[in-house]
């Protein structure tokens, strides 16, 4: 079965500097897709950013990016030039790919602090 | 385009009642996930539906229950409310494309508390 692990349950960051959030996984399939959503204290689940494996280029949305290592299983999140509204719990997502027989394996999430 | 929506936002109901939620996915999208968020244990898969069809079930017991319209809408029904059952529920939707299912998209969940 696969895993999603994020090893920081909270972090915290000062406005405009930038925070990277870190997440591991485990599988034995090749083919799979990773994600990060963000849950604001509405409890909306948003995407974030997603990645494919099969592509080795790193995924980049406006200020965020992501640093996907395959062979170490590793995929962090950096968010640069943080603001108050990028304060949310952010959580790292498994699915593995093809017919996507699985729903999402999800980490216990990062809560992420931004100081004014 | 409208999003994934969900109703009712909140529920309440007391143990042994039954428990019904409604996702109505984004135009477009024949999948249907849900997912539970309890305090304590994350997110975890519940179902997955498509076209119709139950494909998939998370390690939930047969109390938890569903089913998909021809609308693609779905509903998700608990039987026997147990007090663990308080969580927030969500729904997400997912589209095909070519031969690959994409991403999920999620509604804003609806909050089930047992008393």
């Known amino acids: 079965a696969q895993t999603v692990t994020q090893s920081q349950p909270e972090m915290s960051v000062q406005e405009a500097e930038t925070v990277t959030l870190s997440c591991t996984y485990d599988?034995?399939?090749?083919?799979?897709?990773l994600f990060w959503y963000k849950q604001p204290p509405s409890r909306q689940m948003i995407l974030v950013i997603r990645?494919?494996?099969?592509?080795?280029q790193n995924a980049t949305e406006n200020r965020f990016s992501v640093n996907f290592q395959k062979a170490a299983k590793s995929f962090s999140l950096k968010i640069s030039d943080s603001q108050l509204g990028d304060a949310a719990m952010y959580f790292c997502?498994?699915?593995?790919?093809?017919?996507?027989?699985?729903?999402?394996?999800f980490g216990k999430g990062t809560h992420l602090i931004i100081q004014p | 385009e409208a999003g994934v929506t969900q109703s009712p936002t909140h529920l309440i109901k007391t143990r042994g009642q039954q428990a019904t939620l409604r996702c109505s996915p984004i135009?477009?999208?024949?999948?249907v996930y849900w997912y539970q968020q309890a305090l304590g244990l994350g997110l975890q898969f519940l179902l997955w539906?498509?076209?119709?069809?139950?494909?998939n079930r998370g390690n939930f017991p047969p109390r938890f229950s569903g089913r998909q319209f021809p609308n693609y809408s779905s509903e998700l029904n608990v039987n026997a409310l147990e007090l663990e059952d308080s969580a927030l529920y969500l729904c997400?939707?997912?589209?095909?494309?070519?031969?690959?299912?994409?991403?999920?998209?999620f509604g804003p969940g609806t909050r089930l508390l047992v008393l």
């Open positions: 997400a939707s997912s589209r095909k494309l070519a031969g690959v299912r994409e991403t999920q998209y």
């Open positions: 599988t034995s399939e090749s083919d799979y897709y």
């Open positions: 135009s477009g999208h024949t999948s």
């Open positions: 990645q494919e494996a099969y592509k080795q």
């Open positions: 539906y498509d076209e119709g069809e139950e494909r």
């Open positions: 997502a498994y699915n593995q790919g093809g017919g996507g027989a699985d729903g999402l394996t």
